[in-house]
């Protein structure tokens, strides 16, 4: 039992290794369009754990190709894959130079799920082709396709079958398809389902048909110019399926098309001639006068700073006005307004740090503007109560000049006496004094 056992393990292990390591071999034409698809199925046993038949799971997997030896592939060969859940696409059209030379490609899957890794090689042997090159080519721009679906077996047979039946050719082969994006083209808004749009080069033995030609009338071109659609007859035999853009389409005859020869240069034997023993330079050199150098770039710069310096300083210190002229040009009574704006702000920022200091001028009597007499000041005869509203404060001032008033018509005198008093030690009468000498 147990050399069955390790039989049946040797020859599981013993698969899945060749089926890892084994390589693929195709055989393209030159000139006529490859595609090979990776999919993703084929990849799905070599990753552990090795799923059953039947198994759902599905795991993201992407795709890396490379020239063996190389890190990217050839310039001929291109490689698309959508998203991790679609299968990637091998394709491009191979030389004539290429034939007889076996292309040997990398390619390692990754299973984005598990971190695994599978490698195969796929080996490309391109095969001469007695059609190639086919004489009459024309490019097309289909408009509602990408180039992973122009890819597809049954989408591309039906292009070409519609293209036959206007062509209408003996051989006809797909030669080359591009992506509009590799063109130049801009990559479509994600909305209404737009398409990035594909170029497809398709060969044929025959010339060109009357419908394809109707491209290059005068009417047409005008139109094409005006970014107009043009008026083709053939186009409702491929607006079933595929919108073509006719101002792109491109017909080329290979027949007068003429070959430009360059004359390339003779490489050589890549070994330098003899021209004798290397001399070096010898080690008296002579010394050089740097002073000129200094001076352009120093002392040059230097000096202009130093006029645009003094040209500054004149303009802001020698050509002030001054605070004289100013005042002289000021009528007086707005200097004396601002005068006392200065004093007020200053005594009452003085008052603000220490609360037990005299009482401000504009609360010492003053004279009444209709009577002439002097009125009270507007504080309580208690000085350390220094807070009184505003409309109590009015009140008491008109209450106090009706008052005087009245007794100025009963009583024949001009001024009312007051009770002598003393703030923080100084006699109110020189508070007095010192508020009318302003």
Not at 90 to 119: M, Q
């Amino acid at each position: 039992m147990e050399p069955l056992s390790f039989f049946v393990v040797f020859s599981i292990v013993y698969t899945i290794l060749s089926k890892v390591h084994a390589d693929r071999n195709v055989y393209p034409s030159a000139g006529v369009l490859f595609v090979h698809v990776l999919e993703r199925e084929y990849f799905k046993g070599e990753f552990p754990p090795y799923p059953k038949p039947g198994d759902a799971r599905n795991d993201p997997i992407t795709f890396n190709t490379n020239l063996m030896g190389y890190p990217d592939r050839p310039g001929w060969l291109r490689y698309i894959q959508r998203t991790p859940y679609s299968d990637g696409v091998l394709y491009g059209s191979p030389t004539a130079d290429l034939v007889g030379k076996p292309i040997i490609i990398e390619i390692t899957a990754y299973n984005r799920r598990t971190f695994e890794t599978a490698r195969h090689n796929l080996v490309i042997n391109v095969m001469f082709s007695e059609e190639f090159p086919l004489k009459f080519q024309a490019e097309f721009f289909i408009k509602n396709m990408n180039v992973e679906e122009m890819l597809a077996s049954q989408v591309l047979g039906d292009f070409l079958g519609a293209v036959k039946n206007v062509w209408q050719p003996d051989r006809l082969n797909a030669i080359n398809i591009t992506s509009a994006l590799d063109r130049g083209g801009r990559v479509p808004l994600p909305i209404n389902d737009l398409k990035e749009g594909v170029y497809v080069m398709v060969g044929a033995d025959v010339a060109f048909s009357s419908c394809l030609k109707e491209v290059e009338t005068p009417q047409n071109q005008q139109l094409c110019s005006q970014e107009m659609e043009p008026v083709i007859s053939c186009d409702k035999k491929f607006r079933a399926m595929f919108y073509i853009d006719w101002c792109k389409i491109s017909l080329v005859d290979i027949t007068k098309l003429v070959s430009v020869g360059k004359e390339r240069p003779d490489p050589g034997s890549g070994v330098l001639p003899d021209i004798g023993e290397y001399s070096p330079p010898s080690e008296s050199l002579k010394s050089r006068d740097y002073f000129s150098d200094f001076l352009i770039t120093l002392a040059v710069p230097s000096a202009v700073a130093l006029i645009l310096f003094i040209i500054l300083g004149y303009v802001m210190c020698c050509r002030r006005e001054g605070v004289q002229k100013r005042n002289m040009q000021t009528p007086d009574i707005q200097l004396v307004h601002h005068s006392s704006i200065q004093k007020s702000t200053k005594e009452l920022r003085n008052m603000s740090k220490n609360r037990e200091i005299a009482w401000p001028l504009s609360t010492l009597p003053v004279f009444h503007p209709v009577s002439g007499e002097i009125v009270p000041p507007l504080h309580p005869d208690s000085y350390k109560t220094t807070s009184m509203p505003l409309m109590q404060t009015q009140t008491n001032l008109q209450h106090q000049t009706q008052m005087s008033q009245q007794q100025t018509a009963g009583r024949n005198y001009c001024m009312s006496t007051f009770q002598r008093r003393e703030v923080n030690g100084i006699p109110e009468e020189r508070k007095l004094t010192e508020a009318l000498n302003l």
